[in-house]
């Protein structure tokens, strides 16, 4: 199995206002916007430009990295009074191969995108206090949130409902431990619907194997991170809490593909592809 610690992913009806005096415009101003409001990050070695303040709601996060290395986005929603800087400090005290502690509220991102190309996720995100980290640990084995990769995310109510989530091509629940798809994933499919239906926080990262590579060179490179990578990210969502839903972009070109997750077990500790949730699966 692998031996990787780390890598680390509403509708709402319209209201009407009725009422005589109501103005025409009125109602309409109540409506959902037609589609999600796009956010765009860009990771680099190793720090993220991005906003510091964005406004609620259902959200297209793009993420561009401008790095060979791979980055991902991870939000993480800071619970009600704790400071960034308190935040950062329990970050510190996490140890590795250990249960994440309750106060870290995993909210979803992107996971990483493609070389040269940016990857995107779809999801509703609340109103509160977020971090947005990189816990993507190539090519050292230390995480990037160690090496900078840490900035503090404000999500400002907004004054109208989120825009519902736009049509998939096929839904992935996420359970407790493998990847379930509801139909086999084509070159035609554009959108992956991820619920997480689990009793834990679970991600989809999902890697296009090189051609002539395996699982097992996956297997032996993930120990070492020596040598060139047998697989090419295409995107996914990091850790999203139990009943949340992200829809994730992909663009997949015939070929060998696995879905990993990487995140450590709520009980054990142990990253969830080692029970598991390592999920090779076949496009034509
Ligand atoms: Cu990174």
């Given at each position: 199995?692998?031996?990787?610690?780390?890598?680390?992913?509403?509708?709402?009806g319209?209201?009407?206002?009725?009422?005589?005096?109501?103005?025409?415009?009125?109602?309409?101003?109540?409506?959902?916007?037609?589609?999600?409001?796009?956010?765009?990050?860009?990771?680099?070695?190793?720090a993220?430009?991005?906003p510091?303040?964005?406004?609620?709601?259902?959200?297209?996060?793009v993420?561009?990295?401008?790095?060979?290395?791979?980055?991902?986005?991870?939000?993480?929603?800071?619970?009600?009074?704790?400071?960034?800087?308190e935040?950062?400090?329990?970050?510190?005290?996490?140890?590795?191969?250990?249960?994440?502690?309750?106060?870290?509220?995993?909210?979803?991102?992107?996971?990483?995108?493609?070389?040269?190309?940016?990857?995107?996720?779809?999801?509703?995100?609340?109103?509160g206090?977020?971090?947005?980290?990189?816990?993507?640990?190539?090519?050292?084995?230390?995480?990037?949130?160690?090496?900078?990769?840490?900035?503090?995310?404000?999500?400002?109510?907004?004054?109208?409902?989120?825009?519902?989530?736009?049509?998939?091509?096929l839904?992935?629940?996420?359970?407790?431990?493998?990847?379930?798809?509801?139909?086999?994933?084509?070159?035609?499919?554009?959108?992956?619907?991820?619920?997480?239906?689990?009793?834990?926080?679970?991600?989809i990262?999902?890697?296009?194997?090189?051609?002539?590579?395996?699982?097992?060179?996956?297997?032996?490179?993930?120990?070492t991170?020596?040598g060139?990578?047998?697989?090419?990210?295409?995107?996914?969502?990091?850790?999203?809490?139990?009943?949340?839903?992200?829809?994730?972009?992909?663009?997949?070109?015939?070929?060998?593909?696995?879905a990993?997750?990487?995140?450590?077990?709520?009980?054990?500790?142990?990253?969830?592809?080692?029970?598991?949730?390592a999920?090779?699966?076949?496009?034509?």
């Open positions: 199995m692998l031996k990787k610690s780390c890598l680390g992913l509403v509708l709402i319209l209201v009407a206002c009725g009422g005589e005096d109501a103005a025409p415009g009125a109602d309409a101003a109540m409506r959902a916007p037609a589609a999600p409001r796009e956010v765009h990050f860009t990771a680099s070695d190793f993220f430009e991005g510091e303040t964005i406004e609620a709601g259902m959200l297209t996060l993420l561009h990295n401008s790095a060979e290395t791979w980055h991902h986005l991870q939000l993480v929603r800071l619970p009600d009074g704790m400071s960034m800087q935040f950062e400090q329990g970050m510190a005290s996490m140890q590795p191969g250990t249960p994440p502690p309750p106060w870290f509220m995993d909210a979803g991102g992107v996971n990483p995108p493609p070389p040269g190309e940016p990857a995107r996720v779809t999801m509703l995100v609340e109103p206090e977020y971090a947005v980290l990189c816990l993507v640990d190539t090519p050292d084995k230390i995480p990037h949130v160690m090496k900078g990769m840490i900035r503090p995310l404000t999500v400002t109510a907004s004054s109208e409902p989120p825009a519902p989530l736009p049509p998939s091509d839904t992935l629940t996420l359970v407790d431990y493998a990847f379930s798809f509801s139909a086999p994933p084509t070159s035609a499919t554009r959108v992956i619907r991820v619920e997480n239906g689990a009793t834990q926080a679970h991600e990262a999902i890697f296009r194997l090189l051609p002539g590579k395996t699982m097992d060179d996956l297997g032996a490179w993930a120990a991170y020596e060139p990578a047998p697989m090419t990210p295409v995107g996914g969502v990091p850790a999203i809490r139990p009943g949340q839903v992200a829809d994730v972009y992909v663009d997949l070109e015939p070929g060998a593909y696995v990993l997750c990487f995140l450590p077990d709520a009980t054990d500790g142990l990253p969830h592809l080692d029970h598991g949730m999920l090779p699966f076949q496009v034509s």
